[in-house]
């Protein structure tokens, strides 16, 4: 959406000093850009394959001597009313509740929460999912804060650094968001346990004909998408 409103802006701009082909040319390359990156097929199809590079877990208890559950960082509303629980975001919501239902079901794992605050006067993501672990029965002794890396390339070195050489952990994060996880953490010299959630692509329980109509929700695929393309490019800058 902003590539598509500069473009937009710029070829209004080149339009109004007379250079009508070029104006022209831009501002119908932002309506057709935006158009295309709001339709179902390309979406899913930029997305998909980084969602679908791991499986989820279905069985925690079967997996052997994993030490902690990772919950990488997302968002929060430190300021508003209610139990932590209610105030994360959608994407931080779904990561902790998939991490609680791990580590529930791993009586001997730690729950690593991470994330930290950009604004040094708002309390971390951290505190928000450490308190709302509480809040859905997990022990405060099997909670482990993380609340100083802002990327993820930090909390894969921040993780690093409370456990014990080759302990086996789970890494709960989005399904779009794992691959590059992974390859932080890898480059940290860390070998995850990928456990993906909050799944964008595959739900085809709507109407065929929305999956085919240009749509808002299709273009926050897109954009997901590629997002994570370019923190994929630009993956070696953060170490």
């Given at each position: 959406m902003p590539l598509a409103a500069l473009l937009?802006?710029?070829?209004?701009?080149?339009?109004w000093t007379g250079r009508y082909l070029a104006g022209r040319i831009l501002v119908i390359g932002a309506l057709v850009g935006l158009l295309v990156?709001?339709?179902g097929p390309v979406a899913?199809?930029?997305?998909?394959?980084?969602?679908?590079?791991?499986p989820p877990i279905t069985d925690p208890a079967?997996?052997?001597?994993?030490?902690?559950?990772?919950?990488?960082?997302?968002g929060w509303n430190p300021d508003g009313r209610g139990p932590a629980s209610i105030r994360l975001n959608e994407s931080s919501a779904q990561r902790l509740l998939e991490g609680?239902?791990?580590v529930q079901a791993l009586p001997d794992a730690r729950l690593l929460v991470s994330?930290?605050?950009?604004?040094?006067?708002?309390?971390?993501?951290a505190w928000g999912y450490a308190q709302a672990a509480r809040e859905l029965g997990v022990a405060a002794s099997r909670v482990v804060m993380l609340d100083t890396p802002v990327d993820t390339a930090q909390e894969a070195?921040?993780?690093?650094?409370?456990?014990?050489?080759?302990?086996?952990?789970?890494?709960?994060t989005s399904?779009?968001?794992?691959?590059?996880?992974?390859?932080?953490?890898?480059?940290?010299?860390?070998?995850?346990?990928?456990?993906?959630?909050?799944?964008?692509?595959?739900?085809?329980?709507?109407?065929m004909l929305a999956f085919w109509l240009p749509s808002a929700q299709h273009l926050r695929k897109t954009e997901r998408a590629l997002y994570e393309y370019m923190g994929l490019v630009a993956l070696e800058w953060d170490h």
């Open positions: 937009g802006l710029l070829g209004g701009l080149l339009w990156a709001s339709w899913e199809g930029l997305l998909s394959p980084l969602e679908s590079r791991y079967s997996l052997e001597a994993v030490a902690a559950v990772v919950v990488l960082g997302g609680v239902r791990l994330g930290a605050s950009r604004d040094p006067t708002q309390a971390p993501v070195y921040a993780v690093r650094d409370v456990l014990a050489p080759g302990e086996r952990f789970l890494l709960v399904a779009s968001h794992m691959p590059r996880s992974v390859r932080h953490f890898q480059r940290a010299g860390l070998e995850p346990i990928p456990a993906p959630t909050r799944f964008k692509t595959g739900n085809r329980s709507g109407s």
